[in-house]
Antibody
Framework: QLEQSGAEVKKPGASVKVSCKAS????????ISWVRQAPGQGLEWMGW????????NYPQRLQGRVTLTTDTSTSTAFMELRSLQSDDTAVYYC???????????WGQGTMVTVSA | SYVLTQPPSVSVAPGRTASITCGGS??????VHWYQQKPGQAPVLVVS???DRPSGIPERFSGSNSGDTATLTISSVDAGDEADYYC???????????FGPGTKVTVL
């Protein structure tokens, strides 16, 4: 129900934009959260976007470096992360969620590798 | 910021019960969600709002939450339950989600 774009390899300082295409439900009926997981590490919430209004909510740690957007015409959500560093190497997931509910469906994940 | 604690690992024999704790200040006043993640796979929601099971999740998975500790209980554990388990809350103070560090469940 959530299909993510393919793996990316980026150089330090670059940006990456990951997509998450929804199907099987009304896209604007529930928001999308993004979560990342560095190799061998736990889950980190990166932010949430209302697919209905476009309102966003970001954690302080990533504020100013991450931007969440949507394209309702294609039922697709996007996560852009700028000024990439090696510790941004992780699997990035999108997941359906409405604040403060649980994430009931997840995308398959997108591996982003940051390496010189 | 709000911090959640989990034991790094829990080991359990097949057929026995595994209990995974999630600690946080007055966590009993918050709704706790639990996820199961197997190697190379995306997380799967197994319990929401302390004790609600999504459709398709076996009754063997149950949850409770009181005081400073929430608990995910897996009864009649089998090899298919080997995974990392994460707790999650919505922190109203910061209006952000917080995840616990995760617990690796090993079936002996």
């Amino acid at each position: 129900q959530l299909e993510q774009s393919g793996a990316e390899v980026k150089k330090p300082g670059a940006s990456v934009k990951v997509s998450c295409k929804a199907s099987g439900y009304t896209f604007t009926s529930v928001g999308i959260s993004w979560v990342r997981q560095a190799p061998g590490q736990g889950l980190e919430w990166m932010g949430w976007i209302s697919t209905y209004t476009g309102n966003t909510n970001y954690p302080q740690r990533l504020q100013g470096r991450v931007t969440l957007t949507t394209d309702t015409s294609t039922s697709t959500a996007f996560m852009e992360l700028r000024s990439l560093q090696s510790d941004d190497t992780a699997v990035y997931y999108c997941a359906r969620s409405e604040l403060p509910d649980a994430f009931d469906f997840w995308g398959q994940g997108t591996m982003v590798t940051v390496s010189a | 910021s709000y911090v959640l604690t989990q034991p790094p690992s829990v080991s359990v024999a097949p057929g026995r019960t595994a209990s995974i704790t999630c600690g946080g200040s007055n966590i009993g006043s918050k709704g706790v969600h639990w996820y199961q993640q197997k190697p190379g796979q995306a997380p799967v929601l197994v319990v929401s709002y302390d004790s609600d099971r999504p459709s398709g999740i076996p009754e063997r998975f149950s949850g409770s939450n009181s005081g400073d500790t929430a608990t995910l209980t897996i009864s009649s554990v089998d090899a298919g339950d080997e995974a990392d388990y994460y707790c999650q809350v919505w922190n109203h103070g910061t209006d952000h989600y917080v995840f616990g560090p995760g617990t690796k469940v090993t079936v002996l």
